[in-house]
């Protein structure tokens, strides 16, 4: 680095309190927040107002700062490293004259921004401290000591529909009409029953018989029981002779059933 | 402020300004405070009991008020008021079956006794079960039965009218109507009301009545 | 008073009344109320806006105020009598010079990215200070910015207002001064100045994105 030392500048009073800020600062490494803290402190020693600020001067004071840091074998952590770089950089630019070939900031506006910086850090820190000393809550101004409980009251309404309660209704009036299923027997004419009538009969039937005439008596002419009749008479006929007990005819499709006993071989 | 706390060891501030002071730390304060401990935190020479009854007057009549507690003093919201501190939920229930069907019947068989309810239903009738409708403003006693014992009767409201979109309670349709609009249908009576069978039925108006607080439905 | 309430379903109480509801409403919370957590315990019609204005001015100058705390309400006392206050003041944690200037940074430059803010301050942002004044309901999470990792964003808090006493963050002392001095424009052109090297927060940035953009929008 191509700067000197801050103390070889001058060697008034000023420079003498600069040297002995800077060795405070030093030792005081750790209570600064990073590299824009330091240099805003540095930047106070100037006593100007931080718009007219001579970033060059700054950018001097820094690099004494770490010179002397380094002379005092203090390790310095890399973010103030790296300042230190980019201002003796920003120093080589201020100092030279601008290279018309060179791309990207030029030293003026490396400075400004820096200044910018400055500025707007102490800026915030002048707010954060105004804020700090405003009226706060629970410290100069209070809320109320003994709120009062928001109390809920749980109030409940009851619905129905119009169509619930027809519906209701309904149920009710309907009950009446509504009970447990149960087959209408009267004009059923079991199979079992007609078996138990053929079987009976068949012992005296030795010739060929229309099964018609096996229908039981009183079940000939209601059309409801007669179709009863004639199916569970039918059906029976066929399990007698599955079993071997007669024999069955039928002269043509739809001609009469004729039933006749099988005698036993 | 230091300043002022100095001037006012020598002169009490004025009234107004003490009746400031009562009124910030009563309304911050945890508890009530007596005078005692009102004149301990205010400057020297200061009377809290008179600055009191200014502030009192100064609340007169206002939504919060500055009240006595014991020998202490609080402000407090004025008695008017205090519905404000509670928030009111309002949560839906649906009329339970028992009630729904007793003021089916109610409706239609207007004025109705208690006797022909029933009568009808084919169970008791719970007292809480009427109760209820009362107190929802959908029926009222009716007259008295000129029958022995003059029973009471049962009539529908207005209210009743009004919740149920119906202009008069002979707007109401009949079983017949009911059954042409697929409502009744004596063939398929399970269609109408999923759920418990006739017999269920019977059993759960039973339960509701030994158990009048339990009678509604969600 | 179910009466008065039922009344006032369809006239509105006159607003000297009303103001009275919102007095007691508001000397009853320790919070801040808005307009609608206060219509909502009113009665129907009732606009707690205008009532509001009358019941400010009638609390100028006097030992409590109405303040207004973003878009609600509270009751508080007047700073000036602090010192009445002792045993009502609460111990407040120390708060870091960093957790300072990074809530002032909040504040003035809100809605902020950590990035923004470690530029401002020159130095990365720990994450203990953010979660602190976050803790403090003093901060919180804003939209994300529409610039490349969409970053999250922090702005300051309702309680941020009601704890340093301004009404809303656009009175925030010497705001215009700032903007106009151009103190407020986030102009970084990065590579001017070198910035803190916050490889953490990158990745903190990163797993951020998984997160849905929507969640921390209100």
């Known amino acids: ?265 | 402020m230091s300043d002022e706390r100095e001037k006012t060891l020598f002169h009490a501030p004025p009234l107004g300004e003490q009746e400031r002071m009562i009124e910030a730390m009563l309304f911050a304060s945890a508890e009530p405070l007596n005078l005692r401990q009102m004149a301990a935190r205010m400057p020297h020479g200061c009377d809290p009991a008179e600055a009191l009854v200014g502030l009192r007057k100064r609340y007169e009549g206002r939504g919060v008020s500055v009240a006595k507690v014991g020998d202490a003093w609080a402000i407090r919201t004025a008695g008017d008021l205090s519905y404000l501190m509670q928030k009111e939920t309002v949560e839906q229930r649906k009329l339970s079956r028992a009630a729904i069907e007793t003021l089916a019947i109610i409706a239609y068989h207007q004025p109705v006794t208690r006797a022909e309810i029933e009568e009808i239903r084919g169970v008791s009738v719970s007292r809480g079960t009427v109760d209820q409708l009362i107190e929802l403003g959908w029926v009222r006693f009716g007259r008295r039965k000129m029958t022995p014992g003059r029973p009471v009767t049962y009539v529908a409201t207005e209210g009743f009218l009004d919740h149920f979109g119906l202009e008069s309670a002979r707007d109401l349709p009949g079983l017949k109507e009911l059954r042409e609009a697929g409502l009744l249908d004596s063939r398929a009576p399970h269609g109408l009301v999923p759920g418990p069978t006739g017999d269920d039925d019977d059993a759960q108006d039973l339960m509701d009545e030994d158990d009048t607080g339990d009678m509604f439905e969600d």
């Open chain 1, 1 to 265: 680095m191509s700067d000197t030392p801050i103390s070889a500048n001058t060697d008034d009073w000023d420079a003498v309190g600069e040297r002995r800020a800077a060795e405070a600062l030093i030792v005081d490494v750790d209570g600064f927040e990073g590299p824009l803290d330091l240099l805003l402190t540095l930047s106070r020693t100037q006593k100007v107002d931080l718009r007219k600020i001579s970033i060059l001067k700054l950018a001097e004071q820094y690099l004494g700062f770490v010179e002397e840091a380094k002379s005092l074998r203090i390790e310095l952590a890399a973010d103030y490293l790296v300042m230190a770089a980019w201002l003796a950089f920003l120093k080589s630019r201020l100092l030279l004259p601008p290279d018309p070939t060179d791309e990207g900031p030029s030293g003026e506006d490396m400075a400004a921004h820096l200044a910018f910086q400055l500025e707007r850090l102490a800026a915030m820190r002048e707010r954060a401290a105004n804020l700090m000393a405003r009226d706060r809550l629970g410290q100069d101004r209070f809320p109320r000591g003994l709120p009062e409980e928001v109390g809920t009251i749980r109030k409940i309404t009851y619905t129905a529909s119009l169509l619930e309660l027809m519906q209701a209704y309904a149920r009710i009036r309907t009950r009446d009409e509504f009970r447990p299923f149960v087959m209408d027997r009267d004009s059923v004419y079991t199979m079992e029953e007609a078996l138990d009538r053929l079987r009976g009969m068949i012992g005296f039937a030795g010739d060929w018989t229309d099964i018609a005439s096996y229908l039981p008596d009183g079940w000939q002419m209601d059309p409801k029981k007669r179709r009863s009749a004639t199916a569970s008479n039918f059906a029976a006929a066929l399990e007698l002779a599955k079993a071997g007990k007669v024999d069955l005819r039928q002269a043509d499709t739809f001609a009469p059933i004729h039933l006749r006993r099988r005698d036993e071989p």
